[in-house]
């Protein structure tokens, strides 16, 4: 035991939402989870779990400071107050790292001005993290504050992957350059999988599928990623729930220059108003595939597209790795919807890669793998779970520090 022993509270700050587990790194379980919703309106919502209890509450909440004041009111009325959770640091997801943080570090004022800084790189995210620690320091100021940066997982991407071919000087002036997000879950869920598979991590050469409302891919070679689907924003690659991925610049600029919409109204389209949700309307993959199910063409379609494109990323990748020994799906989609996994290994025959039916219709809260022992690639299936994921490198960086 190190005095630094024990709980992690660990807080996810959005434009408009706050989530928020209170997390036991040794063990994995969490004491307390809750999500604060429509912050800076008056039909705020709070949901709070603890001990198997779920709390529901309709309040006006102005903003991220204020949610943090409910979090604490709604722990104590609940039965575990914040003061008596064991809570020894706090631990922050902060979307953009930028080129100068890889790394979680200690939130410092110079750290801070520089998340501020990285807005211009994620103006939907990084100035709510940056929200979202301030009003963590207010309420807990002796306690140390880590970044645990979404970023962070890619800073190991070659030149040759992270490189926009366009002009050198401006790409630089700007940082523009590949970055990549999802990291503490592409880190989480590779690292669980060569204990799965009881194979040498050094060795294995990996794709993970990321499939949530966001969705992005990794390549990993001996757990070091070569390779992401999303670039300088989370805009780029797999199809998502409201976000489109790969798109032609060209038709940004039709969108603008033919179509009259102007940048803003473009950001809004390629953020909120694409992908599923653009192609079909549905606002929830489960949605989606009531719909596919029901035979409606225009869900198929969108389902189409959706596969069709982590396939073609997969090729992409086995190539980049030279050869692939575990495809692994995780997130809302990637754990719980059997018909994507199997609509994409079906297509993946040509790997060798050889689904267990059976096995992939199991629903189940814990990694497993999904495909037969005759498969030449392993397919497996991993809960991701990022909120463990920050508290450790949390407890670590306060461990290390002097
Ligand atoms: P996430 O961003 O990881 O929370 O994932 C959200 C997405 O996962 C949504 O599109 C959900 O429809 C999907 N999802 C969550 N649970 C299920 C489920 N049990 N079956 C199918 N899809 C699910």
């Not at 309709?58 to 003061?83: F, Y």
């Not at 211009?120 to 970044?147: K, S």
């Not at 959706?306 to 050869?323: E, F, N, Q």
Request: with cysteine; glycine share 10%; hydrophobic share 45%.
């Amino acid at each position: 035991m190190t005095q630094r022993d024990g709980n992690v509270l660990v807080l996810n700050a959005g434009s408009s939402s706050l989530k928020y587990q209170i997390v036991d790194p040794a063990t994995g379980e969490h004491l307390v989870k809750g999500l604060i919703e429509r912050i800076g309106h008056d039909n705020a919502t709070i949901t709070h779990e603890y001990d198997g209890e779920k709390t529901h509450r309709e309040v006006t909440i102005a903003d991220h400071a204020v949610a943090l004041e409910q979090m604490t009111e709604v722990m104590s009325e609940t039965g575990l107050a914040l003061a008596d959770a064991g809570v020894v640091a706090v631990g922050h997801r902060v979307v953009h790292g930028g080129r100068n943080f890889s790394d979680p570090v200690l939130v410092d004022e110079r750290v801070l001005a520089e998340i501020k800084r990285l807005g211009t790189l994620a103006p939907l995210h990084n100035p709510a993290n940056a929200t979202g620690i301030e009003a963590a320091q207010r309420i807990l100021p002796d306690h140390a504050h880590v970044a645990v940066f979404d970023t962070g997982f890619f800073a190991t991407l070659p030149p040759a992957a992270y490189t926009y071919a366009i002009d050198a000087a401006l790409a630089k002036e700007h940082a523009l350059r590949r970055y990549g997000f999802h990291g503490t879950s592409h880190e989480y869920v590779s690292a669980r999988v060569p204990e799965l598979l009881g194979a040498d991590p050094a060795s294995l050469k990996q794709i993970v599928c990321h499939l949530g409302n966001g969705a992005s891919m990794s390549a990993i070679d001996g757990g070091r990623a070569v390779e992401t689907s999303m670039g300088v924003t989370p805009l780029e690659g797999l199809v998502m729930g409201t976000r489109g991925g790969d798109i032609d610049p060209g038709a940004v600029l039709h969108l603008n220059r033919v179509a009259g919409l102007g940048v803003d109204e473009i950001d809004t389209l390629l953020n909120r108003g694409s992908g599923i949700l653009g192609m079909a309307g549905a606002t929830d993959f489960r949605d989606l595939m009531e719909r596919v199910e029901a035979g409606d063409e225009t869900a198929t379609l969108a389902f189409d597209v959706y596969v069709h494109r982590l396939v073609k990323y997969i090729g992409a990748y086995t190539s980049v790795l030279g050869g692939v020994d575990a495809v692994t799906f995780t997130a809302g989609v990637g754990e719980n919807n059997a018909a994507v996994r199997a609509a994409v290994c079906e297509r993946l025959a040509w790997l060798g890669v050889e689904l267990g039916e059976a096995a992939n219709e199991v629903r189940s809260d814990n990694p497993r793998v999904v495909s037969t022992p005759a498969s030449k690639v392993a397919v497996c299936v991993v809960p991701t779970n990022e909120e463990l994921a920050i508290a450790q490198h949390t407890v670590a960086v306060i461990d290390s520090a002097p």
